[in-house]
């Protein structure tokens, strides 16, 4: 069985390498007369101070950061899913507008119009309109009878793709669409 001294030489070992300010307040707290007390007293609260000025200066990098805009433009590729359809992959095509809104058009003269938040490439939100169109001449209609609805976006911004889930209140699936964007400060 280990002695005291070896338990806390261990442990030490174990923290004295680490960046995290918390491994060392908790060396202090399970060896408050050990060995390294005073050293790992020091490292906490120089890592602390450290950690408090790293947070400190993430807002005004932030701040720096460029912003990531959609180019005017189309029409690009797109497609989508839908859990009424399993299986069936729409394959609408889409216009990036000149204030950054997306329309989008299928096969079946499906049209919708979406505005979207690209604020965070990782997490991208936005509002969508759609419109329904017609098949075999005849108008399409969701299940309540409307011919639109709005549909809600989240997805994420990967080598010039957003791709994530839509949902409105008949349906959800999938989408990705190509897009063209550019950094703006």
Not at 46 to 63: C, I
Not at 176 to 182: A, D, I, Q
């Amino acid at each position: 069985m280990p002695t005291a001294a070896e338990l806390d030489e261990s442990y030490w070992q174990g923290v004295r390498s680490s960046s995290d300010a918390s491994d060392f307040a908790a060396y202090a707290k399970n060896f408050p007369k050990g060995m390294h007390v005073a050293e790992a007293e020091m490292m906490s609260r120089k890592l602390s101070r450290t950690a408090a000025a790293a947070k400190a200066e993430a807002p005004a990098s932030a701040a720096r950061a460029l912003k990531v805009v959609l180019v005017p433009g189309g029409p690009f590729p797109a497609w989508g899913t839908s859990n009424l359809l399993p299986g069936i992959i729409g394959h609408p095509t889409l216009t990036i507008n000149k204030d950054g809104s997306i329309d989008c058009v299928d096969a079946f003269g499906n049209r919708s119009h979406a505005v979207i938040n690209m604020s965070d490439p990782n997490n991208i939100t936005g509002k969508q309109f759609t419109h329904l169109g017609f098949m075999n001449n005849m108008q399409l209609r969701y299940p309540d009878g409307s011919i639109d609805t709005e549909v809600t976006l989240q997805g994420k911004l990967v080598n010039n793709e957003i791709t994530g889930t839509w949902h409105d209140k008949f349906q959800h699936g999938e989408f990705g669409w190509t897009v063209r964007t550019t950094t703006a400060p």
